[in-house]
């Protein structure tokens, strides 16, 4: 099974920094690999489709890159609204696993 | 407006079994796969079951298969997921989502808690 690691497990930055969170799969999975994002109290959010594939209203601060192994989930201009956690998902193969999750704090 | 809501959750004994459902709003149900995902104590996600539109192919990890099944009503719009046999490690917020292709999640209801315990 294709196992998914998050660094760093929490991210202390303050709102106006830039800020990038990756994603590493054991395993090539190509570009199928999802963002999401879960504030305190809601459910996950998508983000991110397709490593680097924008969704209709996602502030444009957004960003992601990476192929194979390695992703990065971007957001340029932290904003107090950005808080919470992150997590990354694949689709490449059975199972689905999601990544343990990017805290991002104040 | 896409709308997802979970019912069923509650405290179950060790070795029980229950049945949370999913009522679906707001876009062509039977148009879309669908797929069960619980977020653990520690807030993990792991995705736990997936159906297609016709309810014909169903997908499960290991860690649930034979144990949990997810099955759906296109005529009321609302999908399941049965669950027996229940350890304490499935103890965890149950939410339903909508699959987008047959990639990823791409709206999710509020959740329903489970709590496995004696």
């Known amino acids: 099974d294709i196992v998914l690691t998050q660094s760093p497990a929490t991210l202390s930055v303050t709102p106006g920094d830039s800020v990038s969170l990756s994603c590493r799969a054991s395993?090539?999975?190509?570009?199928?690999l999802h963002w999401y994002q879960q504030k305190s109290h809601e459910s996950p959010r998508l983000l991110i489709k397709y490593a680097s594939q924008s969704i209709s209203g996602i502030p444009s601060r957004f960003s992601g890159s990476g192929s194979g192994t390695d992703f990065t989930l971007s957001i340029t201009s932290v904003e107090t609204e950005d808080f919470g956690m992150y997590f990354c998902?694949?689709?490449?193969?059975?199972?689905?696993?999601f990544g343990g999750g990017t805290k991002l704090e104040i | 407006e896409v709308q997802l809501v979970e019912s069923g959750g509650d405290l179950v004994k060790p070795g029980g079994s229950l049945k949370l459902s999913c009522a679906a709003s707001g876009f062509t149900f039977s148009s879309y796969g669908m797929s069960w995902v619980r977020q653990t104590p520690d807030k993990r996600l792991e995705w736990v079951a997936t159906i297609s539109t016709g309810g014909s192919y169903t997908y499960y990890p290991d860690s649930v298969k034979g144990r949990f099944t997810i099955s759906r009503d296109n005529a009321k719009n609302t999908l399941y997921l049965q669950m027996s046999s229940l350890k304490s490690e499935d103890t965890a917020m149950y939410y339903c989502?909508?699959?987008?292709?047959?990639?990823?999640?791409?709206?999710w209801g509020q959740g329903t808690t489970l709590t496995v315990s004696s």
């Open positions: 395993q090539s999975i190509s570009n199928n």
């Open positions: 989502a909508r699959l987008s292709g047959v990639d990823y999640f791409d709206y």
């Open positions: 998902q694949q689709s490449n193969s059975w199972p689905w696993p």
